[in-house]
């Protein structure tokens, strides 16, 4: 049974870098797209981007110029980088992997509330 | 603004069917396959369907997904209140090469 534990700083001040890491535990690193999903107070999920343990990465578009994901395998475990963030940026931040053959977000991380105030 | 449209919310009684839908596009639910995902509350996301209509182990099968065209629903019978969350749908989009999710639907049971 995969687990996804996540860790990073929960309070940021504008303009700085949001830095989170996730750890896999239990289960194959390789073989899978391993994401990072977020969601604001009271809204709804909003996918980030992605990457698989060979480094290939997938951004969404509108937060493209600002976010760097990677992986480092000897540990499994992958990062998001969000620069200059704003107010906007606050959410609770998950991390999650999609599951073989595309067959959805089945593991996921159990969130971390970063807030973004100055 | 969500890429994929929900009602903000539903409701039924004990024992009812209620049933969820999500309206995108021919370039997102038109071509892909639509995930959809339970949050109750001050939880994670849990996956509740794959693959339009596919139950990973552990789903009860009171819960069935659906596909046409560009709109996907999800059903839920015989409603319990353990079944009160937020669900998503959730479906890659080609033009915007990422996934897209809906907007939610808040599920009460009264």
């Known amino acids: 049974q995969v687990q996804l534990q996540q860790w990073g700083a929960g309070l940021l001040k504008p303009s700085e870098t949001l830095s989170l890491t996730c750890a896999v535990y239990?289960?194959?690193?390789?073989?899978?797209?391993w994401n990072w999903i977020r969601q604001p107070p009271g809204k709804g999920l909003e996918w980030i981007g992605e990457?698989?343990?060979?480094?290939?990465?997938n951004y969404n578009p509108s937060l493209k110029s600002r976010v760097t994901i990677s992986v480092d395998t000897s540990k499994n475990q992958f990062s998001l980088k969000v620069s200059s963030v704003t107010a906007a940026d606050t959410a609770v931040y998950y991390c999650?992997?999609?599951?073989?053959?595309?067959?959805?977000?089945?593991?996921w991380g159990q969130g971390t509330l970063v807030t973004v105030s100055s | 603004q969500s890429v994929l449209t929900q009602p903000p919310s539903a409701s039924g009684t004990p024992g009812q069917k209620v049933t969820i839908s999500c309206s995108g596009s021919?370039?997102?639910?038109?071509?892909?396959?639509v995930y959809w995902y339970q949050q109750p509350p001050g939880t994670a996301p849990k996956l509740l369907m794959y693959?339009?209509?596919q139950r990973p182990s552990g789903v009860p099968d009171r819960f069935s997904g659906s596909k046409s065209g560009t709109s996907a629903s999800l059903a839920i019978s015989g409603l319990q209140s353990e079944d009160e969350a937020d669900y998503y749908c959730?479906?890659?989009?080609?033009?915007?090469?990422?996934?897209?999710f809906g907007s939610g639907t808040k599920v009460t049971v009264l």
């Open positions: 959730a479906a890659w989009d080609d033009s915007l090469n990422g996934y897209v």
């Open positions: 990457i698989n343990h060979s480094g290939r990465s």
């Open positions: 239990g289960g194959s690193f390789s073989g899978y797209y």
């Open positions: 021919s370039s997102n639910i038109g071509s892909n396959t």
């Open positions: 693959n339009n209509n």
């Open positions: 999650a992997r999609m599951g073989w053959g595309l067959r959805g977000f089945d593991s």
